[in-house]
């Protein structure tokens, strides 16, 4: 098994696709290049990298690749998460594990389970995981908070390593850090609120704006987790206007029109999102002129 301490800056990958939206390979291989000097791990079929539009087939495609062209062995943690506990048992025993060192799991969303049956959905999954898993809170995509007493009964599992808190809420991301176990990982899943987070006990983030800045924001993170919050904020205060704008038409909807101003790869999103607009555009393009890049 890969050990790895999931500290640091994750970068929740972007899937490129071309203008037909097919898998852009050629754009996937520059985001790699491009990231992985500064980045602590990849996330492999995120959230942002549009898991919920791709194929079986094409994420065992995609995740041979990044692990055929990972010269400098960034640590890989995989998205699999849902709201079918049984299907995802399933795809347990289909994914190559080798080279993935943890999977990212976001709570059941659409059948809004109760704290019991996520509870059990979890630990169902962590039992049959042979790798460990980091659960995912995203209530405004789930339709339920995963509640602070919910994790630290999930925390108390040997294969469950920590937490994606991407819920908003300060007072319970505090109430997580004060009460869980010391091992258990504790990980911002708001770009904008990582250094505040990182002050009460957060040890990293799983991050959007680091698929394009991935310099500027390790190193802020790297700042904060230095203790140094004065040069962290100075620096994450040049990332508010722009974080705003990554989210204003959807995620990664944003990201990818940023990544396509900077000649990564494209901005085609899959169906049902829709590229950025050309205001957003806009907007993107003169606040990268003010970042000075």
Known sequence: MIHTNWKGVGVALVTPFDAEEAIDYHGLLKLLRHTEDYVDYWVVHGTTGE????TTEEKAKILKFVKENNPKNV????????????????????????GVGAILSVSPYYNKPPQKGIVKHYWTIADHSPVPVMLYNVPG????????ETTLELSKHPNILGI??????????????????????????????????????????????????????CNMVHLAM?????????LLYRFLALNDLMYAEGNPVGIKALLEIMGICGATVRTPMERASEGLVKKIERELKEFGI
């Open 75 to 98: 640590p890989i943690m995989y998205g699999l998460g849902g709201n079918n506990t049984r299907y995802l048992l399933e795809e347990l025993t289909k994914i190559d594990f080798e």
């Open 226 to 234: 230095k203790g140094d919050y004065e040069n962290a904020s100075i």
């Open 51 to 54: 898991a919920v539009t791709t």
């Open 164 to 217: 994606k808190e991407a819920s908003g809420n300060i007072t319970q991301c505090m109430q997580i850090a004060k009460d869980k176990p010391k091992d258990f990982l504790l990980l911002s899943g708001d770009d904008i609120l990582t250094v505040p987070s990182v002050s009460f006990g957060a040890v990293g983030v799983i991050s959007v704006l680091a698929n394009a800045l991935p310099k500027e924001f």
């Open 141 to 148: 995509r789930t339709s339920s908070n995963l509640s602070v």
